[in-house]
């Protein structure tokens, strides 16, 4: 069986992660290609495209134009929500890129459409997908760590600071960091743990460095004027069960204890971390022990597979889920709770108050 996907947005997110990922599924056809600036929806046909497939400047026009199976959103973040929502309204699945939306009111929208619709909606966070990842998340469901009560989520960068696109717009993208890589972070820690339901968040954010003019980063200096989010965001929560999570997230911090889309896990059996590889502490016979985690399995000399990369495992899993009608990996209700705890901690720290949910 092929599904016909069409694409709303080709710009980094697309040309970096989905668009190669999708040519690696072969029951894939990508028919259709949207993006505000012709040209990049044109080098994406080209490339990815089938002989007839079709460009648009207008996503209404690619909606109305085509029967399409699924429909990859990858625009900035306020336009999350109005593009998802249109799509399944038109028939299709969705894949809509990290965080899930702007606002979680925008979120739950998504989620009444896609119920509306009876219409399969899944969220772009692809490090669910990394061998450390899974593995661990085994671990998790087998109950090797006991009662996870505590984790640490990790997006931190020394300096790295995305200069392009609407990164550093607040109205187009809703925040910075946190919004950007933090909600990676979260994402993971939440799946670890099992345990959806935040009771309240305290949070602070932090305008500090983006001030700097001709600042050292890794995509060469950013503009300050322009530099309208926040460069780092600290927050803790409490969940109703009485777990925590401190979550942080910058682009650029005097820091060298670097980790991005990690985490940090403490439970009553043992504990896990993803700071240099995947270790799994614990107790056994009345002995401490850390286990170093060997993730790298070997390979068979001459093979030439599709490649075991995360972008192309959530975009074979997802697709997969679509064909058999099942449940994808990443559920929209879990993603909407880690944008209700982000929305939460820019209300934190907006209002110096802790907000509950």
Avoid at 123 to 128: D, E, F, L, T, V
Wanted: proline share 3%; hydrophobic share 40%; glycine share 8%.
């Amino acid at each position: 069986m092929t599904v016909k996907v069409g694409i709303i947005g080709c710009g980094g997110i697309a040309k970096g992660k989905h668009l190669p990922a999708l040519a690696n599924v072969a029951e894939v056809e990508m028919v259709a290609f949207c993006d505000i600036i012709i040209a990049r929806a044109k080098e994406a046909k080209e490339k990815y495209g089938t002989a007839d497939a079709k460009v648009y400047a207008d996503y209404k026009e690619l909606l109305a134009d085509n029967e399409l199976d699924i429909v990859h959103v990858l625009t900035p973040n306020s336009s999350h929500a109005e593009l998802s929502i249109a799509a399944m309204e038109a028939g299709s699945h969705v894949m809509c890129e990290k965080p899930m939306a702007k606002t979680s009111e925008e979120a739950r929208e998504m989620i009444a459409a896609s119920k509306r619709t009876g219409k399969k909606l899944t969220i772009g966070y692809q490090n669910r997908f990394r061998t450390d990842s899974q593995h661990l998340h085994t671990v998790c469901e087998e109950g090797e760590l006991g009662e996870i009560y505590s984790a640490k989520a990790h997006a931190i960068r020394r300096r790295a600071v995305p200069t392009w696109g609407v990164f550093l717009d607040e109205e187009a993208q809703g925040g910075g960091p946190l919004i950007d890589i933090g909600t990676h972070a979260l994402d993971l820690t939440l799946w670890m743990m099992d345990n959806y339901k935040p009771k309240y968040v305290v949070g602070n954010t932090y305008h500090k460095l983006a001030e700097t003019k001709n600042a050292a980063n890794a995509w060469g200096p950013w503009d300050p004027e322009k530099f309208t989010v926040e460069d780092s965001a600290f927050g803790f929560v409490v969940m109703e069960n009485g777990a925590t999570i401190y979550l942080e997230a910058s682009w650029a911090l005097n820091s060298l204890d670097v980790k991005e889309a990690k985490t940090t896990l403490f439970g009553t059996k043992g504990g896990a971390d993803m700071n240099d590889g995947l270790t799994i502490n614990g107790e056994a016979h009345g002995l401490l022990f850390d286990k170093k985690v060997e993730l790298e399995t070997g390979g068979v000399d001459f093979y030439d597979g599709a490649g075991e990369d995360p972008a192309t495992l959530e975009a074979q899993s997802w697709v997969d889920a679509v064909i058999n009608d099942t449940e994808p990996v990443v559920k929209p209700e879990e993603a909407l709770v880690v944008t209700e705890i982000l929305e939460a901690i820019y209300k934190s720290a907006e209002t110096g108050q802790p907000v509950f949910l």
